[in-house]
């Protein structure tokens, strides 16, 4: 009797074990389609907040219910002119304006300005001898066009971001150098929240202190 229950037991996992399978299967898929997505850094841009081949988690649900946040470090889908010719491109970058936002480049201590205050960025790049990178390669005041976002790397010298776009763009008083410049909101795919891989570099992305200062636009 203890046999014949053992093997209906046992009978009973192997019809099973494809359904729970499948199930397994479909909630991953799901997941990765929805709230949570690994991608890792190919490029230097973002150093040394991340480094290259560093692996970051994605929350894709959060932007949902909220626009993104200066300060936060989303992935996005690369504006087409953005694109190095691979269709699709994801792009890593930190918020520094949300739509309305004035930016500007510089104040007297060579420090951005949004919204009139000033912005201490404690993560932009510094080389081994100690040189920090210039929080900007040329002066510019711009206000972020609704729906729109003012992106850039951390590694500033380094970065295809907004300011290096608008730069770019054909001439000067081309009204809508902002826009090739700028990254739709709803082209972002989500927000990067911590370093997960490798392990000795695990840590949260959180959004630094200094943003708090930040008033919003036309306050």
């Known amino acids: 009797m203890i046999d014949e229950q053992t093997e209906k037991r046992q009978g009973s996992f192997w019809r099973e074990l494809p359904i729970l399978l499948g199930v397994a ?10 709230v949570l997505q690994t991608f890792y850094i190919p490029s ?23 626009e993104p946040r200066r300060g936060e470090i989303i992935v996005f889908k690369a504006p087409g002119v953005w694109q190095s010719g691979n269709e699709g491109e994801d792009f890593i970058k930190r918020v520094i304006g949300q739509p ?47 729906g729109r976002l003012w992106v850039m790397g951390d590694h500033r010298e380094a970065s295809g971001d907004s300011l290096q776009h608008y730069i770019d763009s054909s001439a000067t008083d081309d009204p809508g150098k902002i826009n090739e410049a700028t990254v739709p909101v709803d082209s972002v795919v989500g927000r990067a929240f911590t370093i997960f891989w490798p392990v000795g570099r695990a840590t949260w992305l959180s959004v630094p202190d200094e943003f708090d200062a930040i008033p919003d636009a036309g306050k």
Request: proline content about 4%.
């Open 25 to 34: 299967i479909l909630v991953a898929v799901l997941v990765r389609a929805f």
């Open 44 to 66: 230097p841009s973002m150093q040394h907040t991340l480094e290259l081949w560093d692996r970051v988690l994605v929350n894709k649900l959060v932007y949902d219910f909220r």
């Open 100 to 146: 309305g936002d004035k930016v500007e480049c510089c104040d007297a201590q060579q420090r951005l300005m949004i919204n009139g205050t000033s912005l201490d960025e404690p993560y932009v790049y510094v080389e081994s001898d100690g040189t920090r990178n210039r929080v900007a390669s040329r002066s510019f005041s711009v206000t972020v066009p609704s």
